[in-house]
């Protein structure tokens, strides 16, 4: 009896009280035709997200997500991160982290199978810098639109292999 009242009361602290109010967060991807491609493959290790005055706070998937772009158009998009509490507040930046294994993104065209090179994906992943706010007792869903005809690039005397700008 004395040990159950104690936790009672140690989860009475003070600092409960004070605790700031959790929000979901939910992130789905979709995407645009990339021609000649068959295929586009991202491969996701997790996602962080940064709120103004705090440090980045991850979220890592306990087995990579991977997607086929392609097939995430015309309304059809995909999870990447469900509905997951963070702090209400004012938010700095999302960064959708890729899996670092080679061969992990890539695409697939008429002459086959091309890697897929992100600059600095490896290190920091695809950082989407755009502010946005986790409303208290409310839930934020974004969908994370990939425009690949923008984004992606052969780049001349580097083919076969195709790279993402990360804009």
Known sequence: ILACASALFAGCNGDDMNAQPM???????????????????????????????????????????GFDLLTLQNGKAATLLGDTAVPAGEYEWVRLILDPVAGSSYVIDLSGQHD????SGAETGLKLVRGFKMPAGGRAAF???FVLQKYIIAPPGQSPDYKMKPV
Not at 44 to 63: D, H, I, R, W
Not at 116 to 119: A, F, S, T, V, Y
């Open 143 to 145: 969908t994370i639109d």
């Open 23 to 65: 929000s979901p967060l939910r992130l789905d991807i979709t995407a645009a035709p990339l021609a000649p491609a068959t295929k586009v493959w991202l491969q996701f290790t997790g996602v962080e997200v940064k709120a103004v005055g705090s440090p980045a706070q991850s979220f890592m998937f306990t087995a990579p997500k």
């Open 116 to 119: 897929l090179r992100i600059p």
